[in-house]
Structure formats: C-alpha cells, structure tokens
C-alpha cells in the first residue's frame, strides 16, 4: 500500500553544532502549528510523532519543538542522509503525515 502525506515542505538542511553534531531541518511556522493540533496530545519534550518521506526513504521519527523558532526541528539520521546523498545546506522536500491523529 502506498504511504500518504498531508504536508510537503521545502526545507535547508542545518547541522547543529553542539555535541553530537545532529543535522535538522526546521518545519515552518504554519506547518508546525497544523501538526502540533492535528496530534493534540502532550508527550515527552512536547515532541509529535510523524512518518517522514524523502526521497525514497520512509521512515517513522518525532518532531521536536524549538524556542529560537516557535517551531518543530526534524532530525536527519546519518544512514537518511547518506541513503539519499543529503548534505549540509541543501534544499531538500521533505512529505509528512502524523501519527496517532487525533479526530479532528
């Protein structure tokens, strides 16, 4: 069965440069706040489960809020980025969908 996503962004990839060196890309403003009230519940670091799409990967993760920019960050693996040869900077479509809706 083929996944559907309810949103499609266009984000650059930005690498953290605390420890650990993470790579995100940040969910813009409106999306984030339509995911955010699409799952409605609180969990852990006031994160939201999604299912992610890019490129040919599909894979299930959680976005995670972020003060700076009252928005959600979304972590890029290592095994993602190399799988779909993603860098530092890029310009990458990312598709989405939350998991564990509620009904709204």
């Known amino acids: 069965m083929l996944e559907t996503f309810d949103y499609k962004i266009t984000a650059k990839v930005w ?11 940040t969910i813009p403003k409106t999306e984030g706040d339509q995911m955010k009230e699409e799952y ?3 969990r852990g670091w006031g994160s939201v ?8 990967s599909v894979w299930a ?7 700076k920019t ?9 095994d993602i980025r ?11 479509e990312v598709e989405c969908r ?6 709204i």
């Open 98 to 103: 939350v998991r564990g809706r509620k009904n």
């Open 70 to 78: 009252a928005t959600y960050l979304l972590p890029l693996k290592a």
């Open 82 to 92: 190399k799988r779909q040869n993603i860098h530092e900077n890029d310009d990458i």
């Open 40 to 42: 409605g519940k609180k």
């Open 49 to 56: 489960p999604i299912t992610v799409r890019v490129g040919t």
């Open 15 to 25: 690498k953290y440069e605390g420890k650990g060196a993470w790579f995100f890309v």
């Open 61 to 67: 993760t959680s976005i995670f809020p972020d003060t």
